[in-house]
């Protein structure tokens, strides 16, 4: 019978403790990755170490538990430029557009970024800057409000420790974790996300977000109006829920 036990014992450990973690519904403590994978405690707290190091988990102090981190987050974004989620959303994003008669999209975070994966501009309606390809600082777009609300508070945290991770555009949004913070409880309380003018002077976006099978932020959709005109929001959160749901189906996560 063959050897197979893994040739490199830390790393299969390692990728079976992220495997593991993105399959929870929130933090895990270390005792129960130890349990659950049959891996030695102590070995379980000096990997859960390394990988806090490289931003792969975070330590929730509070409550003896690890969640997974920014950079694991990061590894999401690159599944979602290789394609997958583009070719699923673009159907969703063009009916979209159809259905609010706005520019329509999709796009996945990188980092403190959003980056925009696929377009659609409505007929008569203004170029946009977010042509695909393009990043953005997720705190100013609707996109990336969406899924940061979505994210635990101690991955914001990391995101965004403090007032030097801000960038700006219009002189507008949060400019401090705590205004962030803000931002974010409105999010969540209504179930999308806004911007006004914060991307772009003028232009307003709503957003929602899409969940993968563990309830992680892998996308968001959004559409973008002018901000000049009398507009009732209420079909477009509507319409990007809906995508936002239907594409959360499509890639698996129950609804």
Do not use: N
């Not at 790393?11 to 349990?35: E, K, Y």
């Not at 690890?66 to 673009?90: D, K, Y």
């Not at 609010?100 to 007929?123: C, F, K, N, W």
């Not at 960038?167 to 913070?181: I, V």
Request: some cysteine.
């Amino acid at each position: 019978m063959p050897d197979k036990s893994p040739q490199v014992p830390a790393a299969d450990q390692t990728l079976r403790i992220l495997a593991h973690m993105s399959r929870q519904p929130g933090p895990v403590s270390a005792r129960t990755l130890a349990s659950a994978l049959r891996i030695p405690r102590s070995s379980v707290y000096h990997l859960l170490g390394a990988l806090e190091q490289h931003g792969f988990v975070v330590h929730v102090v509070a409550e003896r538990r690890w969640g997974l981190g920014t950079a694991a987050f990061e590894l999401a974004g690159g599944f979602a430029r290789q394609q997958p989620l583009a070719r699923l959303g673009r159907p969703l994003v063009a009916a979209l557009a159809d259905r609010t008669g706005e520019s329509a999209h999709l796009a996945v975070m990188t980092g403190r970024d959003v980056l925009y994966i696929v377009q659609e501009r409505a007929p008569r309606r203004p170029a946009l800057v977010t042509d695909v390809g393009v990043r953005l600082p997720a705190h100013l777009t609707a996109s990336g409000r969406a899924m940061l609300a979505a994210l635990s508070r101690e991955q914001v945290r990391a995101l965004y420790p403090d007032a030097s991770a801000f960038a700006d555009r219009t002189g507008r949004g949060p400019r401090t974790p705590g205004e962030l913070r803000d931002v974010l409880r409105r999010t969540r309380a209504g179930g999308y996300a806004s911007e006004d003018g914060e991307v772009t002077l003028g232009l307003c976006s709503v957003a929602a977000v899409v969940r993968d099978h563990a309830g992680w932020p892998a996308a968001a959709f959004a559409t973008t109006y002018p901000g000049e005109r009398e507009v009732d929001t209420a079909p477009l959160i509507e319409a990007v829920s809906h995508a936002a749901a239907e594409l959360s189906r499509r890639i698996g996560r129950p609804i």
